[in-house]
């Protein structure tokens, strides 16, 4: 069973940096196409970034494009979600997720496996 844990969330000002991590065990790691999502109150989730088995073909939705980069490291079994020049309306309850479907997908609907979700404030 896979089982992927984050880390990293707290509170920020605007403009600050946020480093995620998210550490995955159980599974053959390197196979799968990992992706971020967050949630915030009242609101779905929705995606925020994906990114191919071998680290490339990075995606990123409009709201984070240049500001957040994410990446992996195969050898730790960890993806990470660097966050810069945060906004309030980035605050969320950010996953990490993991799909056995294939590359370029953004819908949570899509995911198989799901982390517990680590909380981002930013405030004015």
């Known amino acids: 069973q896979v089982q992927l844990v984050e880390s990293g969330g707290g509170l920020v000002q605007a403009g600050g940096s946020l480093r995620l991590s998210c550490a995955a065990s159980?599974?053959?790691?390197?196979?799968?196409?990992m992706g971020w999502f967050r949630q915030a109150p009242g609101k779905e989730r929705e995606f925020v970034a994906r990114?191919?088995?071998?680290?490339?073909?990075?995606y990123y939705a409009d709201s984070v494009k240049g500001r957040f980069t994410t990446s992996r490291d195969n050898a730790k079994a960890t993806v990470y979600l660097e966050m810069n020049s945060l906004k309030p309306e980035d605050t969320a309850v950010y996953y990490c997720?993991?799909?056995?479907?294939?590359?370029?997908?953004?819908?949570?609907?899509?995911?198989?496996?799901w982390g517990q979700g680590t909380q981002v404030t930013v405030s004015s």
């Open positions: 997720a993991e799909t056995v479907r294939g590359l370029g997908l953004t819908r949570p609907s899509e995911y198989d496996y």
């Open positions: 159980g599974g053959t790691f390197s196979r799968y196409g």
């Open positions: 990114m191919s088995w071998s680290g490339g073909n990075a």
